[in-house]
């Protein structure tokens, strides 16, 4: 079942301008993982953030996380045409021995050169 | 070995029939999961590998459905008598530890 809901579905940019994607979900969580997917491919993962952290960045990718509103944001700066992806939060239940993700219906990213 | 690798890519199959989908998993990555995914949706749990030892399996994963990892290596799901409600693309990934998934391409099923 899915656990996370991103927001919004799609969301269609010029190229250089930022692009904020924004991630809701239910239960309590150990960690939050963002994923990119490339039409018809497989996923890749971008960036994990654990339930004590409040934000983190990785080159132009900053992903914050509000566990008392049980929701994160992925931000893109300076987006480029390559960003053009699907773009899902998936979650790990807090507890979880067994590291199951649970993911979102993602965010179609469209950016225009 | 850089990467998760599954196989084939595609596969068009007659309903009834039977299909078997390979992974190879990152060889030190003791975790393994196969995933699911629709169109327009994200992927979802069908079950989980530790080593050999199938741990967790989602109620998706009906009796139709079997998967095997022989000494905790490579992967493999089986889908019997297939059903169009099984297209999909069918998601292997692997990790060591349980952080940051390496996630294989995908095995796109088309059931007709």
């Known amino acids: 079942s899915q656990q996370g809901e991103e927001d919004p579905q799609a969301l269609s940019i010029q190229e250089g301008e930022n692009a904020t994607m924004n991630c809701s979900y239910k239960?309590?969580?150990?960690?939050l993982q963002w994923y990119r997917q490339n039409s018809g491919r497989g996923l890749v993962h971008l960036i994990l953030?654990?339930?004590?952290?409040r934000e983190k960045h990785s080159g132009r990718l900053r992903v914050t996380l509000d566990t008392s509103k049980k929701s994160s944001s992925l931000l893109i700066t300076a987006s480029r045409a390559a960003d053009t992806a699907s773009y899902f939060c998936a979650t790990v239940d807090r507890g979880s021995t067994l590291g199951r993700l649970y993911f979102g219906r993602g965010t179609q990213l469209t950016v225009w050169p | 070995d850089t990467g998760v690798s599954q196989n084939p890519r595609h596969k068009i199959t007659k309903r009834g029939q039977n299909v078997t989908f390979r992974c190879d998993p990152i060889?030190?990555?003791?975790?393994l999961y196969w995933y699911r995914q629709t169109l327009g949706q994200g992927p979802e749990f069908l079950t989980y590998?530790?080593?050999?030892?199938?741990?967790?399996k989602s109620r998706l994963l009906s009796d139709r459905f079997s998967a095997e990892r022989p000494k905790g290596s490579f992967s493999t799901l089986e889908i019997q008598r297939t059903e169009q409600g099984d297209s999909a693309m069918y998601l292997c990934?692997?990790?060591?530890?349980?952080?940051?998934?390496?996630f294989g391409s995908g095995t796109r099923l088309t059931v007709v």
């Open positions: 990934a692997s990790s060591f530890g349980g952080d940051g998934y390496t």
């Open positions: 060889s030190e990555h003791n975790r």
């Open positions: 239960t309590s969580i150990n960690n």
């Open positions: 953030i654990r339930s004590n952290e």
């Open positions: 590998f530790q080593n050999e030892a199938q741990l967790e």
